[in-house]
């Protein structure tokens, strides 16, 4: 089973400021299989990233994912009030599929 | 617009069988190449991947749960199903639905979950 570490636990950052949020798996995640959700209090996850880069329909630009092997990135450049939320980053190589434990992004 | 919606009981008995029901509307799961799977959420902690179905019936579970998950589907109804028994407080979460893949041209891929359904809190208590 692959493990997924996500760090730091929590981030507080102020809107405007760039949040750089880290996946690290214990074993290489082939063909970069890695997706990334946004996950706001009492909504259902949303999907930001897959195939470690590229934006889901309709994500702003601001979300960018990044990274191969065991640690991946995501970057959201510039924070809008709107963004603060828990991350969750989740491979896709093989079953069973697992999640991170979330980074938490909180207003600073 | 493909939308997933949970139903079933919100409470559930110790020893018991969990019994939940996806219904998805916008397309046909009969008629879509696509894998459904079933999430969960505790409170206040992270997600946990259940387990996944083809429209054609094939599944996959996550090994941790094998023993207790059984995942159906029902094409003429547009719905799937879970069923997992012996329920305990530790099963205590919100579920959800998703998509989670597709196959196309001979070739299938287990891959993200999305869209989403808006989940269901299933309480397990006396």
């Known amino acids: 089973e692959i493990v997924l570490t996500q760090s730091p636990g929590t981030l507080s950052l102020s809107p405007g400021e760039r949040a750089t949020l880290s996946c690290r798996a214990s074993?290489?995640?082939?063909?970069?299989?890695l997706a990334w959700y946004q996950q706001k209090p009492g909504q259902a996850p949303r999907l930001l990233i897959y195939?470690?880069?590229s934006r889901a329909t309709g994500i702003p630009d601001r979300f960018s994912g990044s990274g191969s092997g065991t640690d991946f990135t995501l970057t959201i450049s510039r924070l809008e009030p709107e963004d603060f939320a828990v991350f969750y980053c989740q491979h896709y190589d093989r079953s069973p599929w697992t999640f991170g434990q979330g980074t938490k992004v909180e207003i600073k | 617009q493909l939308q997933l919606q949970e139903s079933g009981p919100g409470l559930v008995k110790p020893s018991e069988t969990l019994s939940l029901t996806c219904t998805v509307s916008g397309g046909s799961i009969s008629r879509t190449s696509y894998y459904w799977g079933w999430i969960r959420q505790p409170p206040g902690k992270g997600l946990e991947w259940i387990g996944t179905i083809y429209y054609s019936g094939s599944t996959y579970y996550n090994p941790s749960l094998k023993s207790r998950v059984t995942i159906s589907v029902d094409t003429s109804k547009n719905k799937f199903s879970l069923k997992m028994s012996s329920v305990t407080a530790a099963d205590t979460a919100v579920y959800y639905c998703a998509r989670h893949g597709y196959c196309s041209h001979g070739s299938c891929l287990l891959n993200w979950f999305d869209p989403w359904g808006q989940g269901t809190l299933v309480t397990v208590s006396s």
């Open positions: 074993q290489s995640v082939s063909s970069n299989y």
């Open positions: 195939g470690a880069s």
